[in-house]
């Protein structure tokens, strides 16, 4: 079955590029057309690298690694979000901090203090406190929710980056490449293809659009972590390959995916059964009533 339809593309707008004079002359092999003083991108195309892109993801994550979702602009604030925490992976929707990748030690110890004041609020912490003190204390950890609250849970620089427009979230791109982290973006015509590693072709303006791709993305990464639970529940005692990161934890959304699952096997394998005695049991009634 496809990841995703062609149906789907033109409906979610997928394939408007921007208008010709806003264009980069390298996205000239992924546009099909211009149409009314606009490009339109090749979805055939896009298909192809969204099929790439995703048995990247997947393998990726089944063998231990993470996606940051990362989308600054408005029209992919909430899918960037929504996505990301249905999968359990990290995400930033609001502004990109300088040095969220490259210096990921120091952002670590604003995420350490943004659990400390947390915590302090929740426990009676700010009890004794001034009312200045205490209001001093909330604004820092709400502006530290704000930026950092998608990331909360990242021990360490994810594995992959998912980008939804590369011109807006350059700075993010140049960190991801400094560490040669593999960039997975969907490309506007107004976009370098040099810059991401795993392009997918596409409308990166429009929110079905950015939508669409980002749950796609999503949906690999979920692959992903069910392909790691298959594994780990085959051999529970095998060691990690050399180099790759030890599994991490499941998320909630996938222990119960897994339960529903083996609830339904349970099932299936339970009215089997009763088709398969139905039979011997209408032969034995016949037989008592013959008698």
């Not at 940051?68 to 992976?89: C, D, L, N, P």
């Not at 120091?106 to 009890?127: D, I, M, P």
């Not at 704000?146 to 140049?174: C, F, N, Q, Y």
């Not at 392909?227 to 095998?238: E, F, I, K, L």
Request: proline residues 4%; contains cysteine; hydrophobic residues 40%.
């Amino acid at each position: 079955m496809a990841v995703v339809t062609m149906k789907q593309l033109l409906d979610s707008g997928v394939h408007f590029g921007h208008q010709t004079r806003r264009w980069n002359p390298k996205m000239k092999r992924y546009i099909f057309t211009e149409r009314n003083g606009i490009y339109i991108i090749d979805l055939q195309q896009t298909l192809t690298y969204i099929d790439r892109a995703y048995e990247f993801i997947k393998e990726t994550v089944a063998h231990g690694g993470t996606i940051m979702f990362v989308g600054t602009k408005k029209q992919a604030q909430e899918a960037i979000a929504a996505e990301a925490s249905r999968v359990g992976m990290p995400y930033v929707n609001q502004r990109w901090l300088g040095g969220m990748l490259t210096n990921f030690q120091t952002v670590h110890k604003r995420l350490l203090r943004l659990k400390e004041l947390e915590s302090r609020e929740q426990t009676g912490g700010f009890e004794g406190l001034t009312k200045r003190e205490i209001l001093t204390l909330t604004r820092e950890k709400d502006k530290l929710e704000k930026t950092l609250g998608g990331i909360r849970d990242m021990a360490k620089v994810p594995s992959i980056v998912w980008i939804v427009d590369t011109k807006k979230e350059h700075i993010a791109v140049g960190e991801a490449r400094k560490l040669n982290i593999p960039v997975v973006a969907i490309l506007d015509t107004n976009c370098d293809p040099d810059e991401v590693d795993y392009p997918i072709p596409g409308n990166d303006d429009a929110i079905r659009s950015a939508a669409l791709l980002t749950k796609v993305v999503a949906e690999a990464a979920a692959a992903g972590l069910m392909a790691r639970s298959s594994r780990n529940g085959a051999s529970a005692d095998a060691k990690p390959e050399p180099g790759v990161a030890a599994d991490e934890p499941l998320a909630e959304w996938e222990k119960e995916l897994l339960a529903g699952s083996e609830t339904a096997a349970a099932d299936a394998t339970e009215a089997a059964a009763a088709v398969e005695a139905a039979p011997a049991e209408a032969a034995t009634e016949q037989a008592t009533a013959s008698s």
